[in-house]
């Protein structure tokens, strides 16, 4: 369950860079921050020192969702076997 909540965790961090640099598109001098999920579920942010692409954006913002879409079957399982544990329990 630990895994899920920080895979979670990680892609929320990749949306919010995204939704950061597509709310700064027009920023005058603002670059556009990268991130990636490293092996121990941590988000490597770095500065790209180019101006936001809004294709690029798009399909972070895709890739992401897809990783929360992912998790979701994971969860629901978690959520049966601990609920078939707690009624083992009673």
Same mark, same amino acid.
């Given at each position: 369950?630990?895994?899920?909540?920080?895979?979670? %965790?990680?892609?929320?961090?990749?949306? +919010? /860079?995204?939704?950061? #640099?597509?709310?700064?598109?027009?920023? $005058?001098?603002? *670059?556009?921050?990268?991130?990636? %999920?490293?092996?121990?579920?941590?988000? +490597? /942010?770095?500065?790209? #020192?180019?101006?936001?692409?809004?294709? $690029?954006?798009? *399909?972070?913002?895709?890739?992401?969702?897809?990783?929360?879409?992912?998790?979701?079957?994971?969860?629901?399982?978690?959520?049966?076997?601990?609920?078939?544990?707690?009624?083992?329990?009673?």
């Amino acid at each position: 369950m630990n895994i899920n909540s920080n895979s979670m %965790i990680s892609h929320q961090s990749l949306m +919010n /860079i995204t939704a950061n #640099n597509i709310a700064n598109v027009n920023s $005058k001098n603002f *670059t556009a921050k990268d991130g990636k %999920i490293e092996n121990n579920l941590k988000v +490597n /942010i770095r500065d790209t #020192n180019k101006p936001t692409d809004l294709t $690029k954006e798009i *399909t972070d913002m895709i890739s992401t969702q897809e990783g929360f879409e992912a998790q979701v079957p994971v969860i629901k399982t978690e959520d049966k076997i601990m609920g078939t544990l707690l009624d083992m329990k009673v």
